[in-house]
């Protein structure tokens, strides 16, 4: 139980108190801070690396030099296989759009209507690519927003034509659609470079370039495996192989990614990033231990003779120490949940200022503010033991 005590003599110093108290929740506030910001920051990635479609594997050729040599038939092939909820076939190239009088930069996608199911897109304005499209070969776009922003000052541009360098020619493309993708957030953060990502028919694509094939084949696995993780989808990776030496023989010149791995190896590095700053930040929790050895200190000789007097008419050395003992964790307990809570609250604030969702991981606040109330009940166990140690004639002789 508590000694009533100890708030009296919290209170009897009140700005020392305070001072102490706020150390205390500096420090658990920088390793609260850290680590949900991380929590956060590492959800957000996760969430745009499942947009973009790194929820997947890719089938692409070796030799980037090297073009169009996955055909229908193979496609088909990697369908049929066990544990394939899906394989869409993609081309892309980096190029020049315009729009209006504005030249970007640009990374154009051949993709047909199933594309949406792997890479995220949300249709602002307007409609994305239909099957309708893929079969008239149609000369049809779909933009994302900051290429309509940069040129128009807007999002909505539907209706107005956009220019698209393939081939060694300038294509005149109608825009049907103004998109939000999974990548739309790197992009912001990571303005000019990355890319803005325009999609066409993929047939459209085939057309203007005179391609037969596809460069690439995003193959969605079924939801039961990666929700398992990357190794679940090791079986799945080991029968495309299988199918590609089958049909290919042994250099096949086509190499098979799984993204679920790569996006997972990511998330370690993030976790691993966001628990060495909250060591580092948890350096401040040792300083504010010793805030609290400080302050402790001060107080028993401050009290020496309060010491006395109670030692004069029974008070025994354990009681002693512990009515300081629970001064000092008392000190730390509440620094601490002032600290957590501030950390918190100022997570949640940015969060909600740049948009990403807020998450709450209680392991990391509980374990800081455990370590800065252990600290502060090692750190004041000194003090306590010096002030149970007086002998009551010295103490009051003072």
Request: hydrophobic residues 45%; contains cysteine.
């Amino acid at each position: 139980m508590i000694n009533k005590n100890c708030f009296i003599n919290i209170f009897r110093a009140k700005t020392r108190s305070l001072l102490t108290i706020s150390a205390i929740a500096v420090g658990v506030f920088a390793v609260v801070l850290i680590s949900t910001a991380g929590d956060a920051g590492r959800g957000e990635v996760t969430r745009t690396l499942e947009e973009m479609g790194i929820n997947s594997i890719i089938i692409q050729n070796e030799n980037v030099a090297i073009t169009s040599n996955l055909s229908e038939d193979y496609i088909q092939t990697v369908a049929n296989i066990s544990g394939v909820e899906r394989a869409t076939p993609l081309m892309a190239c980096i190029n020049r759009t315009t729009l209006l009088d504005e030249q970007i930069n640009s990374f154009t996608w051949g993709i047909n209507a199933d594309a949406r199911e792997i890479i995220s897109l949300e249709a602002l304005h307007g409609r994305l690519i239909t099957t309708g499209d893929m079969a008239g070969k149609s000369m049809v776009a779909v933009i994302e927003e900051e290429i309509a922003l940069a040129a128009y000052g807007r999002s909505n541009v539907v209706g107005k034509t956009v220019r698209i360098y393939l081939n060694g020619m300038e294509h005149e493309f109608e825009i049907v659609g103004v998109a939000k993708s999974g990548i739309s957030t790197l992009q912001s953060a990571l303005s000019g470079l990355i890319p803005q990502f325009v999609y066409i028919p993929l047939t459209t694509m085939q057309m203007l370039t005179g391609r037969s094939g596809y460069d690439k084949l995003a193959v969605m696995v079924e939801s039961e495996l990666t929700d398992s993780g990357y190794a679940s989808t090791a079986t799945v990776i080991d029968a495309i192989n299988d199918s590609l030496i089958a049909e290919r023989g042994e250099n096949s010149g086509v190499i098979v990614s799984n993204l679920l791995q790569q996006r997972e190896g990511l998330e370690n590095i993030l976790a691993t990033v966001t628990v060495v700053l909250s060591l580092i930040a948890g350096i401040s929790l040792l300083v504010s231990g010793l805030t609290v050895m400080t302050t402790m200190l001060v107080s028993v000789g401050e009290r020496k003779r309060e010491i006395g007097i109670k030692k004069s008419i029974g008070a025994r050395d354990f009681d002693i120490a512990k009515e300081f003992l629970w001064e000092s964790v008392t000190l730390s307990a509440t620094g601490s949940i002032i600290g957590a809570a501030a950390g918190l609250g100022v997570t949640a604030i940015g969060c909600r200022v740049v948009g990403i969702a807020f998450m709450l991981n209680p392991t990391p606040i509980l374990a800081a503010i455990a370590v800065a109330v252990g600290l502060g009940g090692l750190f004041g166990a000194y003090p306590a033991i010096k002030a149970a140690r007086l002998a009551p004639v010295d103490a009051l002789r003072l």
